[in-house]
């Protein structure tokens, strides 16, 4: 049983709320009250159980699954084969609601959809292998890519969350070239160094490529630089009219740079949207742009190691220092509409909340409230998680100049595919982890992505397996030369004419809804406040979004209050401030967490931390 | 290192801050008092190194005490030498580190460094090569980095060559609008035992479409093109002997002809003590003049080397009263010298592509300054539309330099002008009129080729400057009206001009 202590983090802030006779516990220790109850973690709930508990208003903050994250998680490979997160909380599945005038229910909303998995090395020995060191992968449901200059960033920086994370940075951004040279990869060159040294670009090309840039870039790129958090901002793009297909024509770019360019900056939604480079692609490529030698010259990307989960589970960190309460595994039974806000009925007890944040899982129909199907338009997208071994996919030569192992980031025949090497802590050394996304633009089609991946990428990675000899040819060559990258170099002469092996692939159709607008799902007016239920659902490839949602929701219930404002450094002394920190090299883990889970009660969740992983990478 | 935000600070922290320095300067008080007086006493021990440090760690920027600590070095080299470039050397580089880990542009801690490189003949070059590129992975624009990696490449025997290429060839990979990098590359390419020329203009070609608007490869292409030029030392082009006045003139600004190996060689003996001296007295002149003390009637200049006298048929120059010899060149500097077949053809490729990139970039202004200079090393007569039409655009795209082009301007309009008056004026000197009017000239150029000339038409120019006129000892007739020089200093300026008839 927590007692006050347990549950209080020491840090003595003076936001924390007071903990007075006004707010006794229940039976499990749990408070009677709190300001907001917030279900589901996934990143924009996270922020926002962040920012309100940073403010002093209590938080409690449920799950019904059993780990953090949502279609944000991130598991280990037994998790990952045990298919965990296709357990659906049954018990959870309703949960009646009781308004003022009408009725309703939460639903539970399942994601992953048609669920496929395969070893296509059959032998005991490579499986019992990867086994051993399941703990070494964090797979991604859905990989995230982060833009240096996405307002996540910022708000990382500014809110000091960011010393909970590590982040590295994608490597290289690569493409195969349009049909017929489909099976051709070519790096795509966007820093100023990369076009100035890249070899696959003539003289021409190259002045067109940085005109194109140059031009993608003008609308606002003085301004870029003083107000990074607003480049971003919906009404900004119709300061410019241009699309990126009329700067292309202004800037005379030929098609090998056009396609380069776009795929470079394509998300899934453009794959969605009939004229998916439209204006606001331009903007979009304005804010990758930017990010580009923010923290490196290469791309625009940064990866969190770890995995993205990672991002959700340090604001809830946060959110936990200041005293929000984490319960993983919870379900709600009963939401009942009172005079001052909402009891809620869970398992084990009752509480008493002013609000309700929804997390995309839970689906809120409310009688008599009719929301149309077509507000919530959402967006099916294929999935593929490979364990390759062999090397990388081969890229042109030219890349042997920035060392960078690593990640590398591939557009392949409208795919996104991350491969990543053991750096990224995603995957035990020698093998590379490959998650691929695509946009499946008819969700009712019946082609399993299997045969979707399986055709696209078998120019670039041997689905069926070798013959003996060379499985055994490029093993020997890899344990005999140590260090990952010296074997790398030596096998390249043979790694031209063989493709890494696929050991393991997993193949799934993800749903999510689609850039819905509105987040007040019920509104209960009193004389002198509001009693909300909100959804922070939100469907996005990009992350500002989601951090514009939680900005956006969290102006309604608190609108007089600053967001998420930079929290004191309690245990680093020489913290990060501002705008110049390299978070790619910020310390990894705290030494010294700020709550221990250990003391925490076993009711209340585990406070996230990143000990487990590196406890899995202490290993052997 | 840069575009860091300054942070704001309030004022308790203002305080805290005063009284932090106030502590600090009466420690460093006493330490500086301390240092000097076991200096008086000549004490020059480790101690001093001791209490040096402990200053130094804090400011390195005190240059006083790095010079007390190199005299205290000099000190322990000469007693034990194998302690001192075995343990005390290491020491004193690992003490400037950390003087930079502080301060990373501290003059005193680099310069410290290269003391320590002389007195130890370079011993530990590898390590400072290591060292400087690892401060120049922290900040590529630290000059003192730079400057300390050029001083050991250009006075260590030990530093390969090849490995320098590379570094810079990373250095410029990584970021090709630092010059430094291209610099140190410009002090390395002459030694090399290889041929470059091909691989660095591709190389540049690849900077400048990249980006049109950077200066340091195109600063780079510059150079390397005239370092293609033969370096030529001055020789004589001119001659004039009257009565007591002996007019030399050379091919480009020389120092003293004394300097310069050239003899007056009078009836019977060489003149001693002849004073040289220039309308300027500049150090460096085309036109050197002297007047000699006694008169000779017959004099000859003679030079030690013969290459003085390449125009001259390589032979003395025997003069008497009155003789006016010259023969001017028809160019005016290494650019516009006639070239070999392979330079020319080389420059003609130039030439094409810096024209496909300059009608890309029709509004940038570097390929258009670069073409104007290889259209002058081709040919530069035949250009001459060309070269102006570039220039009147310059002057619209670069409005801030316009003044610089409008001196380009004159100073090629001049040229051409003189070689046009070269072709048809071949023989007869007399009555030698050289018209230079209405030519919008905002600077004189090469006065020292018109010293022979009797009569000279400046008029209707812009003209400002005065003090060329001072090389016009032969002209008889100057037409300066229509132009805007001060009158008070133009009088001051032709003074020592006789016969001088000028219209204003």
């Known amino acids: ?620 | 290192m840069h575009g860091r935000q300054k942070k704001e600070r309030t004022a308790e922290e203002e305080a805290a801050k005063e009284k932090e320095r106030c502590k600090k300067v009466a420690a460093y008080r006493y330490a500086m008092g301390l240092i000097l007086s076991k200096r008086e006493k000549k004490e020059l021990d480790e101690e001093l190194l001791k209490i040096t440090g402990q200053v130094l760690a804090s400011n390195p920027d005190i240059s006083t005490l790095w010079n007390i600590r190199k005299e205290v070095l000099t000190v322990l080299k000469e007693t034990d030498f194998t302690n001192f470039s075995d343990v005390v050397v290491q020491k004193e580089l690992d003490f400037s580190e950390f003087c930079l880990k502080s301060n990373p542009k501290s003059y005193g801690a680099w310069h410290h460094r290269v003391w320590l490189m002389r007195e130890t003949n370079f011993s530990k070059v590898t390590s400072e090569l290591k060292l400087c590129a690892k401060y120049l992975e922290y900040d590529d624009r630290n000059f003192h980095c730079w400057d300390y990696r050029r001083y050991l490449v250009e006075n260590c025997s030990e530093v390969t060559l090849e490995q320098e290429f590379d570094f810079t060839t990373e250095k410029i990979s990584s970021n090709f609008s630092n010059f430094s990098s291209w610099h140190l590359r410009s002090k390395i390419l002459p030694k090399l035992p290889r041929d470059f020329l091909d691989e660095e203009l591709e190389l540049i070609r690849n900077a400048v479409f990249t980006d049109p608007k950077d200066q340091s490869a195109w600063f780079y292409h510059r150079w390397l093109l005239r370092s293609q030029l033969p370096t030529e030392s001055p020789y004589l082009i001119a001659a004039q002997y009257s009565f007591t006045r002996l007019i030399l003139t050379f091919s480009s600004k020389a120092p003293t002809p004394s300097q310069l190996g050239v003899k007056v060689v009078g009836t019977d003996k060489k003149i001693e003590g002849i004073k040289w001296t220039n309308p300027w007295s500049n150090t460096c002149s085309k036109l050197w003049e002297c007047e000699l003390q006694d008169e000779n009637k017959n004099i000859s200049v003679q030079a030690d080397s013969s290459s003085m006298m390449r125009n001259f048929g390589n032979m003395p120059l025997s003069m008497k009263i009155g003789d006016i010899m010259r023969n001017f060149p028809n160019y005016f500097d290494t650019e516009t010298e006639e070239k070999n077949d392979k330079l020319l053809n080389l420059l003609k490729e130039e030439i094409a592509w810096v024209q496909e990139l300059q009608e890309l970039e029709p509004d940038v202004k570097w390929p258009i300054c670069t073409l104007i200079m290889l259209m002058r090393m081709v040919d530069f007569v035949g250009y001459k539309q060309s070269i102006l039409t570039h220039l009147d655009s310059l002057m619209k795209l670069d409005s801030k330099r316009v003044n610089y082009y409008l001196d380009l301007r004159s100073k090629y309009l001049i040229e051409w002008k003189l070689v046009e008056c070269s072709n048809t004026n071949t023989h007869g000197l007399d009555e030698l009129l050289l018209d230079l009017s209405g030519l919008n000239l905002t600077a004189l150029y090469y006065p020292e080729r018109m010293c022979f000339h009797t009569k000279i038409d400046l008029s209707n120019n812009a003209l400002k400057n005065c003090e060329p006129f001072r090389a016009l000892v032969n002209c008889k007739e100057l037409n300066l009206s229509g132009n805007e020089l001060p009158k008070s200093k133009l009088k001051k300026t032709i003074k020592g001009l006789e016969n001088l008839k000028i219209e204003c």
């Not at chain 1, 982890?433 to 670039?460: A, H, K, N």
């Not at chain 1, 696929?502 to 809804?513: A, D, P, Q």
Request: glycine share 6%; proline share 5%; with cysteine.
């Open chain 1, 1 to 620: 049983m927590a007692t006050e202590g347990d549950i209080r983090p020491e840090t003595g802030d003076e936001h924390a709320p007071e903990e007075t006779n006004d707010n006794p516990r229940g039976d499990d220790g749990l408070p009677k009250s709190f300001d907001v109850l917030i279900i589901g973690t996934g990143v924009t709930e996270s922020i926002l159980s962040a920012a309100i508990s940073r403010n002093g208003h209590s938080v409690l903050h449920l799950d019904p699954r059993e780990y953090y994250g949502g279609t944000w998680a991130t598991f280990s490979l037994d998790q990952w084969t045990s298919k965990t997160f296709l357990e659906t909380p049954t018990e959870a599945s309703v949960c009646d609601l009781y308004l003022e005038d009408s009725k309703g229910a939460l639903t539970w909303r399942n994601n992953v959809e048609q669920f496929e998995q395969l070893w296509y090395l059959k032998d005991e020995e490579t499986k019992s292998q990867l086994m051993s060191q399941k703990r070494r992968f964090n797979i991604d449901l859905m990989p995230r890519l982060i833009a240096a200059r996405e307002d996540i960033i910022q708000i990382l920086i500014t809110s000091n969350v960011s010393r909970y994370l590590e982040f590295l940075k994608i490597s290289r951004l690569l493409t195969n070239l349009p049909p017929p040279n489909e099976d051709v990869i070519e790096s795509i060159p966007l820093s100023r160094a990369d076009i100035f040294t890249s070899k696959s670009l003539s003289l021409v090309e190259k002045r067109s490529l940085v005109k194109l840039i140059e031009a993608v870039l003008q609308p606002t790129s003085s301004v870029q630089d003083e107000a990074p958090l607003e480049t971003s901002v919906p009404e900004e793009v119709e300061t410019t009219s241009e699309t990126f297909e009329d700067l292309v024509k202004k800037t005379k770019v030929p098609d090998k740079l056009k396609h380069m360019v776009k795929s470079s900056f394509t998300t899934l939604e453009d794959g969605f949207s009939p004229d998916g480079f439209n204006v606001e692609f331009c903007s979009r490529c304005r804010l990758f742009l930017n990010s580009i030698g923010r923290y490196g010259n290469q791309t625009p990307f940064l990866w969190t190691i770890y995995g993205i989960s990672e991002v959700c589970q340090a604001f809830c960190r946060l959110s936990a220092v200041y005293g929000g309460i984490f319960i993983l595994k919870r379900h709600l039974s009963r939401i009942e509409a009172k005079e001052d806000g909402f009891v809620v009925q869970t398992e084990k007890d009752e509480v008493k909340v002013k609000h309700i944040i929804l997390g995309p899982d839970m689906q809120c129909d409310i009688i008599g409230k009719d929301r149309s199907k077509k507000e919530q338009a959402s967006i099916v997208v294929g999935r593929a998680v490979l364990i390759t071994k062999g090397g990388s996919i081969k890229r042109p030569d030219e890349n042997s100049k920035p060392k960078g192992d690593g990640i590398f980031v591939y557009r392949l025949s409208g795919m996104e595919v991350i491969e990543m090497n053991h750096i990224s802590q995603a995957v035990p050394k020698d093998y590379r982890l490959l998650q691929v996304t695509f946009p499946i633009s008819d969700p009712e089609t019946t082609q399993p992505c299997r045969s979707i991946v399986e055709t696209l990428l078998s120019p670039f990675v041997q689905f069926r397996k070798h013959t003996e000899e060379c499985m055994e040819d490029s093993v020997g060559t890899n344990s005999s030369s140590g260090a990952e990258c010296c074997s790398e170099d030596s096998t390249t002469t043979t790694e031209e004419t063989i493709k890494p092996q696929v050991i393991y692939g997993s193949y799934f159709k993800l749903t999510y809804s689609c850039d819905s607008l509105f987040s007040e799902l019920y509104r209960n007016s009193r004389e002198n406040s509001d009693n909300y239920i909100m959804t922070s659902d939100i469907g996005s490839a990009e992350l500002t979004k989601y951090v514009l949602k939680a900005k956006s929701i969290f102006s309604t219930l608190y609108p007089d209050e600053e967001f998420l404002p930079k929290a004191p450094d309690c245990d680093e002394p020489d913290a990060m401030n501002g705008d110049d920190i390299d978070t790619s090299e910020l310390s990894p883990a705290i030494e010294n967490p700020v709550v221990n889970p250990e003391v925490v009660n076993e009711a209340v969740a585990q406070i996230p931390n990143d000990n487990e992983n590196e406890g899995a990478a202490g290993e052997g």
